[in-house]
């Protein structure tokens, strides 16, 4: 493969559904052999400017290389070097697991006996050697999602695309997920990946896009992103969750700054610019008599970059409806 220092190029994506500007003029730079996260509240346009890119839907203006080819007039070679995470039809839940990754090796051309190698190679790597001679409709969530992952790879792609590829697993398979990514990626696969889980991106991805309406709003490194909303975050945990309000006013007050209230009845969190301020504010928590049980001094989260860019929670996200 000839070296590529992107292996995204777009700029000004759009389009339309009906009345419904879903993609209004997106650009993306993706540096080869890299994580590149897509993040965006319920309907920003993740998985249509995912689609576009994968081919799988035609833009209604801009244009993008992908893997140094024109997207649209050459979408046969972008689709012979991409995958997509539960394209492939042929996942049969009545198949087993290696029954359903040798059919695709042999759908891509492998000989009876590469083809046997490959599934039996791929179900060790996904750690599913032992569900392998069992029926997929009988595979928990991470499991399911290890097998879709493996289909997309049989043949490894240079460029794998992952929308939201671990929505709804437990905490342990989503890290065995990770786990997957990190491995292909040192391998030289490029992955763009959407999620809506914003501890994801900040463990996997080297650059974040923020989506909203269309549109990015924000890129960068994690680091960046969280710069780039303030110098810092104090957050303070309470005794009693009744002295909330009053606490809220005195730091309010002091800080001149807004104090966000997140569910944890106890807890309040305010952005900062000079860590002196915050230090006396506790002093005058303690003054009114509001016992503090914790607090901590730091960078702001990913959730609150988010919350800031987009006025939306991290919590409050919905999986993006896909439009086609």
Do not use: C
């Not at 050459?74 to 995958?83: D, G, I, L, P, T």
């Not at 029926?135 to 992952?162: E, H, N, W």
């Not at 002091?254 to 610019?273: C, F, G, K, W």
Request: cysteine-free.
């Amino acid at each position: 493969m000839e070296h590529l220092e992107y292996a995204i190029e777009a700029k000004g994506l759009i389009k339309v559904f009906g009345e419904n500007r879903a993609v209004n003029g997106v650009d993306l730079k993706v540096k080869a052999g890299t994580v590149y996260s897509i993040l965006g509240p319920n309907g920003a346009g993740k998985t249509t400017t995912i689609r576009m890119l994968a081919t799988l839907l035609k833009p209604d203006g801009g244009s993008a290389k992908v893997l140094g080819h024109d997207l649209q007039s050459e979408a046969k070679e972008v689709r012979s070097r991409v995958s997509l995470t539960g394209q492939f039809a042929s996942i049969d839940e009545d198949l087993t697991g290696y029954d359903n990754l040798r059919m695709i090796a042999r759908l891509m051309g492998f000989s009876r006996k590469a083809a046997k190698e490959r599934a039996n190679e791929l179900l060790r790597a996904f750690g599913l050697e032992d569900a392998g001679k069992r029926q997929v409709k009988k595979y928990s969530g991470g499991m399911r999602r290890r097998i879709d992952i493996a289909a997309s790879i049989v043949v490894t792609p240079d460029l794998l695309f992952l929308d939201e590829p671990t929505t709804g697993l437990d905490p342990r398979s989503r890290n065995q997920v990770w786990d997957i990514v990190r491995v292909l990626v040192s391998t030289g696969t490029t992955v763009l990946l959407t999620t809506q889980y914003l501890d994801e991106a900040d463990q996997l991805a080297d650059r974040i896009a923020v989506i909203d309406r269309g549109k990015v709003i924000a890129e960068g490194t994690s680091g960046e992103l969280k710069a780039s909303i303030g110098s810092g975050m104090l957050h303070v945990r309470l005794l009693e969750a009744s002295k909330r309000q009053e606490a809220k006013q005195i730091l309010q007050g002091h800080l001149q700054a807004e104090v966000q209230l997140s569910s944890d009845p106890t807890s309040l969190s305010a952005r900062i610019q000079e860590s002196e301020r915050a230090a006396q504010a506790l002093v005058e928590l303690a003054k009114a008599g509001i016992t503090v049980t914790d607090f901590s001094l730091g960078q702001p989260s990913l959730d609150e970059v988010f919350l800031t860019l987009t006025g939306l929670p991290a919590e409050d996200e919905e999986k993006e409806e896909v439009q086609s």
